[in-house]
């Protein structure tokens, strides 16, 4: 079984930042990708960013320029550094992560609110 736990998330002004972070604990031996997804009232999942272990990176052309990921392989834990956020990045935030035999997990999920 995996954990992901999640923190970071809150109300924030627009042009505010934010950092999220998630820690993978348990049998996380062979895990591939770590990522962030979001999901705003009434619209579906979706990518926010992603990493592999071997460091390749994508983003959502919505944030590129803005968010940064990164991922600290000693500590299980992967971060999203939110910079001049907007008031459509409102949305519960989740941790996900790839495992090389094609499992995935889900974190618990954080609200963040850009909101003045």
């Known amino acids: 079984q995996v954990q992901l736990v999640e923190s970071g998330g809150g109300l924030v002004q627009p042009g505010g930042s934010l950092r999220l972070s998630c820690t993978a604990s348990?049998?996380?031996?062979?895990?591939?990708?770590m990522g962030w997804y979001r999901q705003a009232p009434g619209k579906q999942r979706e990518l926010v960013a992603r990493?592999?272990?071997?460091?390749?990176?994508n983003y959502a052309d919505s944030v590129k320029g803005r968010f940064t990921i990164f991922r600290d392989n000693a500590k299980n834990t992967v971060y999203l550094q939110m910079n001049t956020l907007k008031p459509e990045d409102t949305a519960v935030y989740y941790c996900n992560t790839e495992f090389v035999n094609g499992d995935d997990y889900w974190g618990q999920g954080t609200q963040v609110t850009v909101s003045s």
């Open positions: 348990g049998s996380i031996f062979s895990i591939y990708a």
């Open positions: 990493i592999t272990r071997g460091g390749s990176i």
